[in-house]
């Protein structure tokens, strides 16, 4: 048997380029299986690899089986969307053993973490029931203010008797694979001092695909709507991902003299000039043209959900490319919280604390495929807030925003931050041309991304020393002095 056709049978049906393009793309393959996202398809490839090996032995000396394998991984690299995003062609070309084997190991690894501890797709509960306001512990309830197809503006209301009137703050959450719910502990470390609201974006797959497209424009669109159902003298605080959107709907409400157009906004560890200090993020939006990403990584709703025939960029393919980058990382500290549980301490601190940040990172939603795609393109590829930015086919003036200096405006970053690098987001004080005597940038040593909106930093330093003094400043409100640190 010929080396051609030795490869012939391991790749047929399975990961072959050509037979992908005959049969569809890898994640319609992918998807027409049950459960919704391949946990069965990655214990049929674990095994297929397995048994590569010793059948190729029969026929092929050591170097030859090596070269053999190099094959398979290039062709399984080149169909497979979860590997293929972190290589680019020529690189992928050049793989040799053990290159390959360890790039394999690194997929399976994650495939293991995320089979282990299982993977969710229907929000969690908030589960913030109260918080202590001097020494009263005020309930509070979650009221729909408004909603659209695509998301609801919630209210963590204040129940009992009336309270002295508070800052009204919109949290504005990314929409990245994750829920809101993400922001959990960013809620409850504002809720005492604020009148919070959040973005809790649905979940596309729930969405019929008759209730239209969700792109960056009307992404902003939604936020323009829940800015004045909260009404005029409110405040945005928006996270990561989400950043871009409430600059254009900010410049825009400002332009139009919008009496809703925010006092401040907090923008933290967010994308606005992704040249600057580029992580694996942003290298791996710009690998590959837009066209690859369209038809690698969006794929068609199932027919069982209630969105069958929308286009998504599935939540799991996300959160399998952030585990397949520390795969040992995730998989000892699960392991970790099972040993925990095995010795009697499932109840601990420690064990709670890993279990819920573990429950929420596992819980994932599907992206509109046009938002991602838009995402990608014109903040990552195209840099179109510093290149030039069209909303609703008009260009966004951003400097509207420094020049009428209606809105305070903050920067926050995190010092160990490998998702969104120092500077990216402070870029926003150039592109709003904020004065410089006016401009607000603070660096939090010793945080990672996640760091910066939640945890013990999060809570002590960049809200209570940072986050609050802005929005009470804006306020009217006289503040304890700040020195700002700069971005080195």
């Known amino acids: 048997m010929s080396l051609e056709s030795q490869e012939s049978f391991v790749m047929h049906g399975h990961g072959n380029a050509e037979h992908e393009g005959e049969s569809g793309h890898a994640l319609e393959r992918i998807n027409s299986l049950t459960p919704y996202y391949p946990y069965p398809e990655s214990k049929a490839e674990t095994a297929m690899a397995e048994a590569l090996r010793p059948f190729l032995q029969t026929y092929f000396s050591e170097i030859e089986v090596y070269d053999a394998m190099a094959a398979f991984t290039r062709n399984s690299i080149k169909a497979n969307?979860?590997?293929s995003i972190f290589m680019p062609d020529e690189a992928v070309e050049a793989i040799k053993i053990p290159d390959g084997v360890h790039l394999v190991q690194q997929y399976q690894k994650a495939r293991e973490v995320l089979e282990s501890y299982g993977v969710r797709h229907e929000?969690?509960?908030?589960?913030?029931?109260?918080?202590?306001?001097?020494?009263?512990?005020?309930?509070?309830?979650?009221?729909?203010?408004?909603s659209t197809a695509f998301g609801t503006l919630l209210h963590f209301e204040k129940?009992?008797?009336?309270?002295?009137?508070?800052?009204?703050?919109?949290?504005?959450?990314?929409?990245?694979?994750?829920?809101?719910?993400l922001l959990r502990d960013t809620i409850a470390t504002m809720l005492p001092d604020n009148d919070v609201y959040v973005t809790d974006w649905h979940n596309a797959r729930d969405i019929p695909a008759q209730e239209g497209k969700l792109g960056l424009d009307e992404y902003a669109d939604s936020l323009v709507s829940f800015m004045e159902h909260i009404g005029p003298g409110g405040h945005v605080v928006s996270i990561c991902q989400s950043c871009p959107a409430p600059l254009v709907a900010t410049a825009t409400m400002t332009a139009q003299d919008d009496p809703a157009t925010p006092l401040s906004l907090t923008l933290m560890a967010g994308p606005v000039d992704t040249r600057i200090n580029p992580t694996i993020v942003n290298k791996l939006a710009t690998v590959h043209d837009i066209d690859w990403f369209a038809h690698n990584l969006v794929t068609d709703v199932p027919k069982e959900f209630p969105?069958?025939?929308?286009?998504?960029?599935?939540?799991?393919?996300?959160?399998?490319?952030?585990?397949?980058?520390?795969?040992?990382?995730?998989k000892a500290k699960i392991e970790h919280l099972k040993q925990l549980e095995k010795d009697g301490q499932g109840e601990s601190e420690e064990a709670q604390k890993i279990r819920e940040f573990y429950d929420e990172y596992m819980t994932v939603l599907d992206l509109p495929g046009e938002f991602y795609l838009d995402t990608?393109?014109?903040?990552?590829?195209?840099?179109?807030?510093?290149?030039?930015?069209?909303?609703?086919?008009?260009?966004?003036?951003?400097?509207?925003?420094?020049a009428a200096g209606k809105t305070m405006v903050q920067t926050i970053e995190g010092e160990k931050d490998d998702v969104c690098g120092l500077g990216q987001t402070e870029a926003a004080q150039d592109l709003c041309a904020i004065p410089h005597e006016h401009r607000r940038h603070y660096v939090q040593e010793g945080v990672g991304h996640y760091g910066v909106f939640s945890g013990r930093r999060w809570r002590n330093e960049i809200y209570g020393k940072v986050v609050k003094n802005l929005i009470l400043e804006a306020e009217g409100e006289n503040t304890p002095e700040l020195e700002y640190k700069l971005a080195a």
């Open 159 to 181: 129940n009992g008797e009336p309270l002295p009137e508070q800052p009204r703050v919109l949290l504005v959450a990314p929409l990245s694979g994750h829920f809101a719910t």
């Open 376 to 402: 990608i393109y014109r903040i990552f590829q195209q840099n179109a807030l510093q290149k030039g930015f069209e909303y609703h086919g008009k260009l966004v003036d951003f400097t509207v925003i420094g």
């Open 123 to 146: 929000r969690r509960p908030f589960g913030i029931e109260k918080v202590s306001i001097g020494e009263k512990d005020i309930e509070i309830t979650e009221e729909k203010v408004f």
């Open 307 to 330: 969105g069958a025939g929308r286009r998504v960029y599935p939540g799991f393919t996300q959160l399998n490319a952030f585990v397949t980058a520390r795969p040992e990382e995730h």
């Open 81 to 83: 969307p979860f590997l």
